[in-house]
Structures are given as structure tokens and as C-alpha cells.
């Protein structure tokens, strides 16, 4: 580490024991699926969606869509919208959405209506961490990591326009990188 690296907020072992507590819930609560449905939201959980993806113990496929906040100049973030679709019809599968982090419930809540419409058999979420405090959308959680006061964290997928994504720990921004 050098001194412009993020401050460690949840060390990599910390990531790991969370990812492992949440991959036993899913497999017990999925152990009779035929097969779970992984959806990411691109880009910033597919780090997490790889190691949880591995360490479930059930028949499980994989596919991804991304979505954005419409830029504006006003408000911090606007709308979300689609920027790529799954590839794979949902209808009849337990869907299982995995996001990176639950900010203001604006992406989960539109990804969660976009889904329902397609007729999947079930369909969940899991966030690995959530800012209960930024919330303005409400959304239910069915599993969730960690939960995180209202800082900007980066590293395990997430970013700070585009950095950071690959840092081995979630970080927060310290020294003349932060604001
Ligand atoms: P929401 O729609 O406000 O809930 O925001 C969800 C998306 O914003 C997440 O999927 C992230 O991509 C991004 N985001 C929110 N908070 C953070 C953060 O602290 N660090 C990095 N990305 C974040
Ligand atoms: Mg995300």
C-alpha cells in the first residue's frame, strides 16, 4: 500500500467471511431450486458476483445487464436507465439480482420492476453493502452483506470514476483524492 491508496474500511478477510455467510444462506434457501439465476448489475458487481457465484454449493447460471444514472448537471444523479440487457429469458427462473451497494434504492427499485414484468419463477436480491442512511427509493434487501454509513467507498468492483475498481479491500478515499 502507498499513502494514496484508499483506507482500509472492510479488510479483504472481513470481505471474504461476509461473502461466505451470504453464499450459505442463498445455497440453504435455493437447495430445492432446479437452478438459480445470478443476474449482476454491471459494472460494479462483478467482482463480488464472481466469488459468490463460487462459493454457492447449488446449480447456478450466470448472465449480466448494466445500468447507469442519466447524468445531469443539477442533481447529483439522475434516472436510471438500461445500457445492456440479459441475454437469457428470466421466465420460469428464480432470479437472483446481486448488486455491489444500495445507495439511494433508485437502480435495485428499477432493476427489481424491469425484472418482475418477465415472469421469473422468484425474484430476490443480494447486496453486498448498503447506505441505509442515503436511501430515497424504499427496497427490500433479501440478503445483505454489510451494512455502511453514508461514506463513498471504492475497491471490490465499486469505483470512484473508474478507479479503485480493482483494489483487493473496499476502501474509503483519504488524502488529496477526497473531496
Ligand atoms: P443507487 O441507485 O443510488 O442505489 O446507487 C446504486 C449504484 O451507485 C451502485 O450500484 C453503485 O454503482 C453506485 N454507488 C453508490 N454508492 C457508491 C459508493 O459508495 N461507491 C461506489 N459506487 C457507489
Ligand atoms: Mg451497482
Given at each position: 500500500m502507498t499513502p494514496e491508496d484508499p483506507k482500509v474500511f472492510i479488510s479483504?478477510?472481513?470481505i471474504r467471511r461476509?461473502?461466505?455467510k451470504l453464499a450459505r444462506?442463498?445455497?440453504k434457501d435455493y437447495a430445492e431450486a432446479e437452478n438459480l439465476h445470478l443476474v449482476g448489475a454491471l459494472r460494479g458487481s462483478f467482482i463480488f458476483l464472481a466469488d459468490l457465484s463460487r462459493a454457492l454449493t447449488i446449480p447456478r447460471s450466470?448472465?449480466?445487464?448494466?445500468?447507469a444514472s442519466y447524468e445531469t448537471n443539477v442533481a447529483p444523479k439522475g434516472p436510471v436507465r438500461l445500457i445492456t440487457d440479459l441475454r437469457t429469458d428470466i421466465a420460469g427462473k428464480d432470479v437472483l439480482v446481486v448488486e455491489d451497494i444500495v445507495d439511494t434504492g433508485d437502480t435495485l427499485d428499477y432493476l427489481m420492476s424491469l425484472l418482475a414484468v418477465r415472469g421469473p419463477a422468484s425474484l430476490k436480491c443480494c447486496a453486498l453493502l448498503s447506505?441505509?442512511?442515503c436511501r430515497k427509493t424504499s427496497v427490500r434487501i433479501d440478503y445483505l452483506g454489510l451494512e455502511i454509513p453514508d461514506v463513498w467507498v471504492v475497491g471490490y468492483g465499486l469505483?470512484?470514476?473508474?478507479r479503485y475498481r480493482?483494489?483487493?479491500?473496499?476502501?474509503?478515499r483519504s488524502g488529496k483524492d477526497a473531496d
Open positions: 479483504e478477510e472481513a461476509c461473502v461466505r444462506r442463498i445455497s450466470v448472465d449480466f445487464l448494466a445500468v447506505k441505509p442512511a469505483d470512484d470514476k473508474e480493482a483494489l483487493p479491500y473496499i476502501g474509503i
